[in-house]
């Protein structure tokens, strides 16, 4: 099966940064478009950037200029570099990605199991 990997969470001051990865593994074929996600307590799962394939990018209106998505096909992994962090940003990121795995393969969309990010004023 296929396994999403978060690390880089903690607790950070706002305004400074963090940087988190996920690396995926297993039986994968390949990886179409990988993402992050994030849930504040209390609220529903948001996007917060994803990349395609062909590093085509795309940010929620909240974190754009402050966050970066960025990914390694050789190493399928995907990273966040998050700067200028504020305490609104604080909740669990979840990676996710559409990877095509399995004998026979199929396409599947696949999580990791989060990371705690939290942002002190």
């Known amino acids: 099966q296929v396994q999403l990997v978060e690390s880089g969470g903690g607790l950070v001051q706002a305004g400074g940064s963090l940087r988190l990865s996920c690396a995926a593994s297993?039986?994968?074929?390949?990886?179409?478009?990988m993402g992050w996600y994030r849930q504040a307590p209390g609220k529903q799962r948001e996007l917060v950037a994803r990349?395609?394939?062909?590093?085509?990018?795309n940010y929620a209106d909240s974190v754009k200029g402050r966050f970066t998505i960025s990914r390694d096909n050789g190493k399928n992994t995907v990273y966040l570099q998050m700067d200028s962090l504020k305490p609104e940003d604080t909740a669990v990121y979840y990676c996710?990605?559409?990877?095509?795995?399995?004998?026979?393969?199929?396409?599947?969309?696949?999580w990791g199991q989060g990371t705690q990010v939290t942002v002190s004023s």
């Open positions: 990349i395609t394939s062909g590093v085509s990018t």
């Open positions: 996710n990605g559409f990877i095509r795995a399995g004998v026979p393969s199929r396409w599947g969309d696949y």
């Open positions: 297993g039986n994968i074929g390949s990886i179409n478009a």
